[in-house]
């Protein structure tokens, strides 16, 4: 695949996150695709993506990843964005970049880098103490 046909799976993941269309989310991973949130485990495997979509999803009231900026650098699409929320009653947004490796028109591995204590505190959730900011 070249870079544009990357970047058009890519824009069709983030169009299905700002749908909250958690089905077509979770059928853009490879079968052997990895989720990984960088400060936490990956998740590994199609099946268990979807599962922990849709167990995230359940709580997203509205969504929408606003793209900054996206390109391809070396074989993976880059994303900077900001992702606005309403999560179990809770508006929030927080800063990300996204990291995705497409192959076969499917996100093999997609890495996310943002603070994960900003986020959980933007979704009303506490975060655990080994994720809490020392002040």
Same mark, same amino acid.
């Given at each position: 695949?070249?870079?544009?046909? %990357?970047?058009?799976?890519?824009?069709?993941?983030?169009?299905?996150?700002?749908?909250?269309?958690?089905?077509?989310?979770?059928d853009l991973f490879a079968e052997?695709?990895?989720?990984? $949130?960088?400060?936490?485990?990956?998740?590994?495997? /199609?099946?268990?993506?979807?599962? /922990?979509?849709?167990?995230?999803?359940?709580?997203?009231? $509205?969504?929408?990843?606003?793209?900054?900026?996206?390109?391809?650098?070396?074989?993976?699409?880059?994303?900077?964005?900001?992702?606005?929320?309403?999560?179990?009653?809770?508006?929030?947004k927080v800063p990300v970049v996204?990291?995705?490796?497409?192959?076969?028109? %499917?996100?093999?591995?997609?890495?996310?880098?943002?603070?994960?204590?900003?986020?959980?505190?933007?979704?009303?959730?506490?975060?655990?103490?080994?994720?809490? $900011?020392?002040?």
């Amino acid at each position: 695949m070249n870079g544009e046909q %990357k970047i058009a799976v890519v824009r069709k993941m983030i169009d299905a996150w700002n749908r909250r269309d958690w089905q077509l989310v979770g059928d853009l991973f490879a079968e052997d695709g990895v989720l990984h $949130s960088m400060m936490i485990d990956p998740v590994n495997g /199609r099946d268990a993506i979807a599962t /922990r979509i849709n167990a995230l999803g359940a709580g997203i009231d $509205s969504i929408t990843l606003h793209i900054a900026n996206i390109g391809i650098v070396g074989d993976v699409v880059v994303i900077e964005r900001v992702d606005e929320f309403v999560y179990n009653g809770h508006p929030g947004k927080v800063p990300v970049v996204g990291v995705l490796e497409i192959e076969d028109e %499917k996100v093999k591995a997609w890495r996310e880098y943002y603070d994960r204590a900003q986020l959980l505190g933007e979704m009303g959730v506490a975060p655990k103490p080994e994720y809490a $900011s020392a002040h």
